[in-house]
């Protein structure tokens, strides 16, 4: 660990900050791009499994 | 080959599921060597002290951040005289990134700020016309969110992002052709003279590269769950009908 001296706590908090948010974003957009996945996959086995009239 | 074989969503799913997997790899390798080498490995700045290291934050961030308003800017003017949705899709999918790049640039510069300048905010030219960047990605957002008619929202969402490019150029160029306020010139420029030193240079530009391809990653992963969900509503008005 590097010595940030008087400025410690100012340095770690935008690093933290900063990481949380990063990983949400992708955290959100990785869950948001499952469930479409999963929904859109489901319609359409809905869809091919349906019988035709 | 031509650019517009793109807008085709089919074309676009399978080539961008084939682009994802490596810049997403590419952008954490060089967030990582980028952030832990400027953490790690970097000098604290004369005046700045170890502040100086919140700049592989807040730099590349806020780079990001009107980056990606010109990106939806470009994707806007497509979708306008085009009329492709694959691009309305990527500028609504792009938002939330540039919304989330416009926060860290802000938090990290209060806090920067509050060391250097005695304060977290001030009504500085780069600063507010910053906050305003910020409430423009929230209205293109909720304006998106507020109407029905994709067509519509992309329209209408397409226009406030024209207006909103002449804030996220003036976050741009603020800095230069405004003097009196509280925030330092640019730290990267074309002249060399202007550059932040070589030893904060270098890692600062793997933390750029890290989140430029970043926001490339997540734009394409968001476009294709646009995609998606687009299909999917599609499908279901079909089975309705039937």
Known sequence: MP??????????????????????????????????????????????TKPKT | MSIWEY???????QTSGKLLPAVSVLSFVCLVVGLIWGFFF????????????????HVPSALMAINGWLMMLVTSLIWLVRRHHVSALAAKAAAPVGLTMTIIALVTGAIWGQPMWGTYWAWD???TSFLILFLFYLGYMALWAAIENPDTAA???????????????????????WNQGLHQGASLSLDK???????????LLVA???????????????????????????????ERLS
């Open chain 2, 208 to 238: 750029i590269a890290g989140f430029v391809l970043l926001f490339l990653a997540l734009v394409l992963l968001r476009t294709r769950t646009e995609i998606r969900i687009r299909r999917a509503g599609a499908l279901i008005a079909r």
């Open chain 2, 125 to 127: 030219p780069r600063l």
């Open chain 2, 193 to 203: 003279e202007e550059n932040v030193a070589d030893v904060f240079f270098f890692p």
């Open chain 2, 42 to 57: 970097t000098p604290d700045d004369y005046r700045q002290g170890s502040t100086v290291k919140i700049i592989y934050l």
């Open chain 1, 3 to 48: 010595d940030l001296g008087k400025y410690a706590d100012t340095v770690l908090s935008a690093y933290a900050i900063s990481i949380v948010i990063l990983i949400g974003i992708v955290a959100v957009s990785v869950w948001q791009a499952r469930q479409a996945r999963a929904r859109l996959e489901d319609i359409e086995s809905r869809r091919n």
């Open chain 2, 155 to 177: 329209d209408l969402t397409a226009v406030l992002c024209l207006v909103g490019s002449v804030f996220a150029l003036l976050s741009r160029y603020a800095v230069n052709f």
């Open chain 2, 7 to 13: 807008a085709n969503p089919t074309r676009f799913m």
